[in-house]
């Protein structure tokens, strides 16, 4: 009888907004969410989500509706209450996965045989071939667009770019767009 005049001021203290109360109540009944969470937790689903993230949803869930809240009157309605909404969190996201597009069961790890989609660092003869393409861009170009390509490269942003070449930001922005749409078609 005492845990429950205990849990009722608690819960009395929660509802009137106490932040003691909330963390003295979050620090009690968290493992309790936690195990109930991780009792129907799918194993597949562990690399996507942690046990914490849900119980931070249950948490979260509980104190947004504290008129439900009030029903409870006892530790035991409480546990049972934020352990069923933990459970359904859990399976309305296994759902929510379990469509074709989210499915996590036709995910296919990565292994040696993907080696192309691993980055790798330019050779030389990538550099050469850059800096080759780079050079008849320029030379194609005015000098004052010239310039602009120039100070792009040194990481100049287009306020200095502008306050340098005494021109709007804007008009270097959208020539350096221009000229990579070029590039790219």
Excluded at 35 to 57: H, M, N, Y
Excluded at 74 to 87: C, E, G, L, N
Excluded at 130 to 157: F, H, M, N, T, Y
Aim: aromatic share 8%.
């Amino acid at each position: 009888m005492d845990d429950n005049n205990e849990f009722r001021e608690l819960m009395l203290r929660v509802r009137k907004g106490s932040a003691e109360a909330i963390v003295l109540l979050i620090r009690k009944y968290q493992p309790e969410v936690l195990d109930a969470i991780r009792r129907v937790f799918d194993p597949k689903l562990r690399s996507k989500f942690d046990s914490t993230e849900f119980a931070q949803s249950v948490w979260l869930s509980f104190f947004r509706a504290p008129k439900r809240s009030a029903r409870l009157s006892t530790s035991r309605q409480f546990v049972a209450y934020v352990v069923k909404m933990a459970r359904n969190k859990v399976f309305m996201e296994e759902r929510h996965r379990g469509t074709l597009k989210r499915d996590v069961s036709r995910e296919v790890p990565l292994n040696e045989d993907c080696e192309e989609l691993v980055a790798r660092d330019p050779q030389p003869v990538d550099t050469a071939i850059a800096l080759e393409r780079l050079e008849k861009i320029l030379k194609d170009l005015s000098p004052r667009d010239r310039q602009i390509v120039e100070l792009r490269l040194q990481g100049k942003s287009y306020a200095e770019i502008g306050a340098k070449l005494k021109i709007d930001p804007n008009t270097a922005h959208r020539f350096i767009n221009k000229l990579g749409k070029t590039i790219l078609t």
